[in-house]
């Protein structure tokens, strides 16, 4: 065999071996550095706002009108919350991001009285900075996103 064959075929079988090499590499488990600081998991402290602070009435309100307005091209706003009260909190697994489900009144300027199913969840607003909230008044879910009836935003 050629000096240049035995070059290639060493060459060839050391691409291979590096190869073969990184995909292990990739598959491995995190290491004890990459625990303690990136990779340590959740941790929650069940801190969620109370149902009837205005924190989260005033993200529905105003996501209820940028909604109106931007997908359906309508005027209609949330003037007022009654009746809002808690019906479960953290109903899942522990471990689970905590949520605080809520359940209340709207009236919107249209003059009508619409159930509202919500919840405020730890963690889940921008970039995991704070608290979201995911809301959906009943007969205003155009889009069907908890369709039906709302029943999707309860726990």
């Given at each position: 065999m050629s000096a240049t064959r035995k070059s290639v075929r060493l060459l060839a079988t050391a691409a291979a071996a590096a190869l073969a090499v990184s995909v292990a590499a990739e598959s491995r488990a995190a290491n004890l550095f990459e625990l303690n600081f990136w990779l340590s998991g959740p941790r929650y402290d069940a801190v969620v706002p109370l149902c009837e602070e205005s924190w989260p009435l005033l993200q529905i309100q105003e996501a209820f009108a940028e909604k109106e307005r931007r997908f359906w091209n309508s005027d209609l706003?949330?003037?007022?919350?009654?009746?809002?009260?808690?019906?479960?909190?953290?109903?899942?697994?522990?471990?689970?991001?905590?949520?605080?489900?809520?359940?209340?009144?709207?009236?919107?300027?249209?003059?009508?009285?619409?159930t509202i199913h919500y919840s405020v969840a730890e963690s889940t607003g921008f970039a995991g900075a704070s608290s979201g909230v995911e809301w959906c008044v009943v007969g205003l879910d155009r889009n069907w996103a908890y369709n039906p009836a709302c029943k999707m935003a309860r726990p």
């Open positions: 706003k949330i003037v007022g919350f009654e009746r809002v009260h808690e019906v479960k909190f953290m109903p899942w697994a522990s471990g689970t991001i905590p949520r605080r489900f809520c359940s209340g009144r709207v009236l919107t300027s249209d003059g009508h009285a619409r």
